[in-house]
């Protein structure tokens, strides 16, 4: 470090250092008290300001150098006599100049200390500053314009620098040129996005081009399914909650939905393993989610099903992800990592679900349970210790991945577990991280209670033509229909001046939110609304309930109407 790094800060204001030896008694200042206490002492090789003449006379080396004003150079050291002293001289400067000009890392201030045999103190404010010097009358004027002069060429090369780049500013007083030859400017060459986009798939084949083989097709259709005709298909769905499916492929014309599997023995009868753990908790006859999953999910096609919670999704997907781990090619003892991953929001949930994997045995799979707020060192050893099955919470799981404590690369079987709270509680993120690091040709399974705008992004992202399936009321996930009647009823009351909001299932968690809190707390008096506003909404003042369309059913008439007269 050079010794005016021990004098001055970087933008030139001098530091303030205590005297090793007390200073003469007979040295005085001109100045009053607070004046005194603003002088600040520069030290070079020990000796202060206003040492005897002696001590520099006697030093060896050679002679001082000449600096750019005429003055001594960085080896002469000015000093000052009592005799010598006037009032301080303060000028104001502006406060970039005073930075970048005048005190750049505090060699300038000294040159200015040395050449005119004055001292100077920087007091920084906001837009300007105060400059303050010290010494004779003569010391103050000549450092007075050598400040001047340094304030006017810094000035002056802005504007050239400006003249030259069509006044746009660097950021500071010197050229172009100047800052590339002190290596401040570097040209760096511009990223080539569209080169990137066109071989985004090349890349992705090159990070995948040595994982081993995947299977997925394990359904052999029963008799007594495939005899069905498309009526009696279309009569039992209606009668078994309304289920409504649909093909999302959007490449090739619409494929056939399979019929759906009535009984357990009409999904599983060639895996008698399966059957074994059904008898033994004693269940009696599929879920409606469960009966249209299951030819689905063992037909090998990615599937998103929409139904409420407590409708069995979780076995719906549990029961083909065993036998779907169990058919790869790859035997499970040279696998490098687990065969299934679910997804889901909470740690609750993914306890749930364990749970479940744990009640239906199958194979001897292991299963463990990876969640935020748990025994971060156990989980990590469970891992270790060799899994089939990870149950996960995505902050958790990212936070393995990302120390590559996990490997994901194993995973053939992807289950994204309430998609819409995941969504809702801020996991897209990291649920994006995860999944570029499993295959891109696994098979993927998405539940979901509705089916708002983030859901249907996530699902068109990482879901490759997918089937869907809904179970119950189709305001479970509101059509795109109704949602559109709803933005233009409401719009053409705002262009009619109303204060209106609007409510329907396919806008984001957080607006329906405030538009909820928007009608409560009285800044809106109207709110056009789907069903979804037909349920579990207290607001204590609504008058008037408008029936824009007749609902579906007779029940839900009477849940929007009984928006009025609550509370009493």
């Known amino acids: ?51 005897p003449r002696e001590t520099r006379a006697n030093r060896s080396g050679p002679g001082p150098e000449v600096n750019k004003w005429g003055g001594r150079g960085p080896g002469r050291q000015t000093t000052f006599s009592k005799e010598e002293s006037s009032r301080p001289l303060t000028i104001t400067v502006e406060t970039t100049s005073i930075g970048r000009v005048i005190g750049r890392g505090g060699a300038t ?16 404010g906001g ?37 030259r780049c069509g006044g746009e500013k660097n950021g500071s007083v010197w050229s172009t040129a100047e800052l590339q030859a002190a290596n401040v400017v570097q040209n760096r060459p511009s990223i080539d996005w569209d080169a990137i986009r066109e071989n985004k798939e090349k890349y992705k084949e090159l990070k995948w081009k040595d994982i081993p083989p995947i299977k997925k097709e394990f359904y052999t259709e029963a008799p007594s399914v495939a005899m069905l005709t498309a009526e009696e298909v279309g009569e039992w769905r209606k009668e078994n909650n309304n289920i409504f499916v649909d093909d999302l492929n959007e490449e090739e014309e619409k494929r056939q939905i399979p019929n759906p599997c009535r009984t357990f ?19 009696t006859k599929p879920t409606p989610i469960q009966s249209q999953a299951w030819p ?24 083909p992800g065993f036998i779907h781990m169990d058919g790869q090619p790859v035997p499970r003892a040279e696998r490098d990592g687990p065969g299934m991953l679910v997804l889901t929001p909470t740690r609750e949930l993914a306890l749930q679900i364990e749970a479940e994997c744990n009640k239906y045995r199958y194979k001897g799979y292991k299963s463990i349970c990876i969640y935020g707020g748990g ?74 209670a509705t089916w708002p705008t983030g859901v249907r992004r996530l699902a068109k992202s ?15 996930a509101v059509s795109r229909n109704e949602s559109n009647q709803v933005d233009d009823l409401s719009s053409d009351m705002c262009l ?73």
């Open 109 to 124: 201030i000294r040159e200015l200390q040395e050449s005119s045999g004055a001292r100077i103190k920087i007091n920084k």
């Open 462 to 476: 990482y879901l490759k033509n997918p089937m869907m399936v809904y179970v119950g009321t189709l305001d479970l």
């Open 127 to 163: 837009y300007e500053g105060e400059v303050v010097i010290f010494g004779s009358t003569a010391a103050q004027q000549k450092a007075k314009e050598m400040i001047e002069d340094l304030v006017a060429e810094g000035s002056r090369r802005g504007q050239e620098y400006e003249g």
């Open 1 to 51: 470090m050079s010794d005016w790094e021990d004098e001055y800060d970087q933008d030139g204001v001098a530091i303030y250092k205590p005297a090793t030896k007390p200073a003469p008694a007979d040295w005085k200042f001109s100045c009053n008290d607070r004046e005194r206490e603003n002088v600040v002492f520069g030290v070079k090789n020990g000796t202060k300001f206003g040492a």
């Open 265 to 283: 023995l009409e999904a599983f009868e060639r895996y008698p393993e399966i059957m074994e753990n059904i008898d033994r908790v004693g269940f």
């Open 296 to 319: 689905v999910l063992l037909s090998g096609e990615d599937l998103i099903a929409i139904a409420q919670t407590g409708t069995g999704k979780t076995l719906a997907y549990l029961l």
């Open 375 to 448: 025994d971060r060192r156990g989980q990590i050893n469970l891992v270790k210790d060799g899994v089939d099955i990870v149950i996960a919470t995505p902050g958790r799981l990212n936070d393995l991945q990302m120390n590559e404590l996990i490997n994901l690369r194993s995973i053939t079987y992807l289950v994204l577990d309430e998609a819409d709270r995941m969504l809702d509680m801020g996991f897209e993120p990291q649920i994006m991280k995860i999944l570029l690091d499993i295959r891109p040709d696994r098979q993927t399974v998405m539940t979901s």
């Open 496 to 568: 009619q001046g109303l204060a209106v909001q609007s409510l329907h299932g396919d806008r984001e968690q957080c607006d329906r939110e405030e538009a909820l809190k928007d009608f409560k707390n009285g800044r809106v008096r109207i709110l056009v609304a789907t069903d979804l506003a037909s349920r579990g909404l207290d607001v204590h003042d609504v008058t008037h309930v408008f029936n824009f369309d007749f609902p579906r059913n007779i029940e839900e008439y009477v849940h929007r109407v009984g928006r009025t007269g609550r509370a009493g």
